[in-house]
């Protein structure tokens, strides 16, 4: 009867009436049914139906099926016609997946993705992004639970590390010591514990690399000092100087991740008082302080000082001399950032919390013992605050009943994950936990499953945006007024006591995150401004808010700024950071470092850091501040500029548009005179 028909590409081809029947049939066979001839007879229905309203016009696929829904309706078949619908539906989105794949592929050919401003533009870079994009349409549209997947698309949630979300984990605080101690084997042979410093550092940033070859998120060593210092007790200070120089030459050139990146990298110390410990933070400053060959700002590692009473803060503290190098590095390197041992959270481990530089810190622990080392964050997805905000037009109960749901759905996404992860294999991650760097990994053979290693881990419920979120259902955010500080303390403060229940009914470490990512607050804006429009103080501008943080753009003093964000920071057991701009860097104003640093430590702060501009001119390499116009020695325009974003550092031609936006509209809270 036909003998074309319309394909959704536009294309012309031979009309197969069998297509019908089989769908027809499939659709009969998910509810039990088995009679093809039945399927048969409904197919003649559908073209008769099809000859009534085109005759001999051609028409298209979706035509096809929207008859055939109609037609098994008619018929009585209601159950059919349900199935066929989901049928189709479940088509049309790994149609959709599909189509959206090749896009992404075409676009990463042309250049890579900003999402992480430290993947490079190289040939292995596309390559695995091409099979980044592909992961994710196949998690999407294959393994993924519908309503989970859904609320992803829409930006109710972000599924972070989606790509990975079957293959691997987050992060982990490496047992360094122990590695270097007993030896270990990276794939290609047995590597023997080192003698001299060089050698202990070598391995170090080859440590780093394999253990992020078998994860996706950063590598951090909780305690660099001590685990080096047995190495450099008799060497002299010029040898542990070009140790360290040689590490932080390592970690800005070697690649992991199939050659798309360096490792992200970061290195606690500041609280071994042996004399081994303090020559290791003491050369591992200097060098940082020194820079890379031309005097660049080094990217990696992340360096952080943990500050502690009775050890470095104060003037007669063992290790105060070290405090102070930490502070003048800081003030021309941005690095250092700042942990506090005495926070009231941190207290009671005391020198036990260590970080990693996106802000990331675990401690709590429903399986063994509660320590930093050996273990990591598996997996953390963020919820989009703004939008409960602006779907709640106000009311506050409606607002927090819509969290209550959102927080609910995203802890079963986790624990679905978590189900994923447990059942991979020690030989799917070969030297994370082949190597036993994990906790409870220790007696597991290749072939075993990994749960009872990775139930040490935590799952983290994120958010982003409580500025905005404020100003939606208050008129006005934290930084305002002190009725929207307390009303932002009472959500965090709930959100951190809805994921302790979690942790509670799923026997699990549930824990909350103030959640590390400009490019994803870029992403949930521009799907609510798309869907609610343009709402001042909410979606007029090109990103949200990051995590528990005041506007970048909101005029505040340095002070008030620190004082407002610290008491958020007991609530996000998972991470949490907080910084202030200022003008340019604080090398002659030590004294002015210091007083915000113990602002920060008064103001129960657990993890921080100061920013500033840092440019570089690659013509004759001076570093400062360089405006647009050029470099004020030389007049070059080729300038490196790098910031701090999420945490880390990166140059600004890899920010992405939402960076970016952030990055300009940034204010600086302290002007600074060198």
């Known amino acids: 009867m036909f003998t074309q028909i319309r394909k959704r590409d536009g294309r012309l081809v031979l009309f197969d009436e069998v297509k019908i029947t089989d769908a027809i049939f499939e659709a009969a066979k998910a509810i039990g049914g088995t009679d093809r001839q039945m399927a048969m007879e409904l197919t003649s229905k559908v073209l008769k139906k099809l000859q009534e309203n085109y005759n001999n016009d051609v028409f298209t696929v979706e035509d096809v099926q929207d008859t055939v829904e109609k037609v098994l309706i008619e018929d009585g078949h209601a159950r059919t016609a349900k199935a066929y619908i989901l049928y189709r539906d479940r088509r049309n989105r790994v149609r959709l997946a599909k189509s959206d794949l090749m896009d992404a592929v075409e676009q990463i050919l042309i250049e890579t993705s900003k999402e992480n401003a430290n993947v490079s533009n190289s040939p292995s870079a ?15 549209s294959r393994l993924i639970p519908e309503e989970f997947s859904k609320a992803h698309r829409n930006g109710d949630i972000h599924i972070h590390d989606l790509d990975f979300y079957s293959k691997t984990l987050t992060c982990v605080q490496i047992p360094l010591g122990e590695l270097l101690h007993n030896g270990f084997n990276n794939g290609h042979g047995f ?20 253990s992020q070859n078998d994860m996706h998120g950063g590598q951090s060593f909780p305690f660099f000092d001590t685990d080096i210092a047995p190495f450099v007790e008799n060497a002299s200070e010029e040898e542990v100087f070009q140790a360290m120089e040689a590490l932080i030459y390592n970690l800005n050139s070697m690649h992991s991740r199939a050659g798309a990146q360096v490792p992200f990298s970061s290195l606690n110390i500041g609280t071994d008082t042996s004399e081994g410990g303090r020559k290791v933070t003491r050369n591992l400053l200097l060098a940082y302080e020194k820079g890379l060959g031309y005097g660049e700002n080094p990217i990696f590692p992340n360096v952080i000082f943990r500050v502690q009473e009775g050890v470095n803060l104060n003037q007669g503290d063992p290790n105060r001399d070290l405090f102070e190098l930490a502070m003048r590095v800081a003030a021309r390197r941005m690095n250092p950032t700042f942990s506090f041992m005495d926070a009231s959270f941190n207290k009671t481990y005391g020198s036990q ?37 602006i779907q ?36 799917d991650m070969p030297f994370l936990m082949g190597q036993k760097l994990y906790l409870g990994s220790e007696n597991l053979g290749p072939n075993d499953t990994i749960e009872s290693a990775i139930k040490h881990g935590t799952l983290s419920i994120g958010f982003i945006g409580l500025a905005e979120t404020l100003t939606a259902l208050l008129g006005e955010h934290h930084g305002q007024s002190e009725y929207a500080q307390l009303k932002g303390l009472e959500i965090v403060s709930h959100m951190a006591e809805k994921t302790n229940e979690f942790a509670e009914s799923y026997d699990l470490n549930y824990t909350l995150l103030a959640t590390p990512a400009e490019g994803l607050a870029g992403r949930f804006l521009k799907i609510d401004k798309k869907e609610y429009g343009i709402i001042p103080g909410v979606t007029d501008k090109d990103f949200y808010t990051n995590s528990f943080h005041i506007p970048v753009n909101y005029e505040i003093s340095l002070f008030d700024k620190i004082s407002k964000e610290g008491p958020y920071h007991k609530y996000c057991n998972a991470g949490h950071i907080s910084y202030v701009e200022l003008s340019s860097p604080l090398i002659n104003n030590l004294e002015s470092l210091e007083a915000i640093i113990r602002h920060m430590k008064d103001s129960d702060i657990g993890y921080a850091g100061i920013n500033f501009p840092i440019d570089f001119c690659m013509s004759c390499h001076y570093q400062g501040v360089i405006n647009d116009d050029g470099c004020p020695q030389c007049g070059g325009t080729a300038i490196r500029r790098v910031r701090r974003i999420t945490g880390y550092f990166s140059t600004t031609e890899r920010f992405n548009d939402a960076k970016l936006a952030e990055l300009n509209a940034r204010v600086q809270h302290m002007k600074i005179e060198n």
């Open 353 to 389: 919390v260590s970080y990693m530089g996106c802000r990331t810190r675990v401690m709590a622990n429903r399986k063994g013992p509660v320590i930093t080392e050996k273990r990591g964050n598996l997996s953390f997805t963020t919820i989009n605050l703004p939008r409960l905000a």
């Open 191 to 210: 590597i023997r514990p080192p003698r001299r410093p060089a050698s202990a550092t070598a391995l170090a940033a080859i440590i780093l690399q394999s």
């Open 126 to 140: 596309k390559m695995l992004q091409i099979a980044s994009a592909a992961s994710k349409t196949y998690y999407l």
């Open 392 to 427: 709640a037009k106000g009311d506050i109960d409606i607002f927090y009943r819509l969290l209550n749901n959102i927080m609910e759905l995203t802890a079963r996404q986790l624990y679905h994950r978590y189900r994923v992860q447990a059942n991979l294999k020690v030989k």
